[in-house]
């Protein structure tokens, strides 16, 4: 199995579509750029894996 394989992403255009329904406009490149830096301390990557394994898997 390849450990390294990623599950999931966010890319640019997922940013870009969520900046323009809240702010009425894209993101500016210094702007994305602190979407990337910091977006990993706002998801609780370990709760979402939790949740699924809970709701979908047997244990």
Known sequence: MNTS???YSI??????????EKLGR???ANELEI???K?????D???AI???MQNEILY
């Open 5 to 7: 394989k990623i599950i």
């Open 35 to 37: 979407i990337e830096d």
């Open 39 to 43: 977006i990993g301390d706002y998801i």
């Open 26 to 28: 894209k993101l500016k």
């Open 45 to 47: 990557w370990y709760s």
């Open 11 to 20: 890319n640019i255009e997922d940013v870009q579509n969520v900046a323009e």
């Open 50 to 52: 939790d949740m699924v």
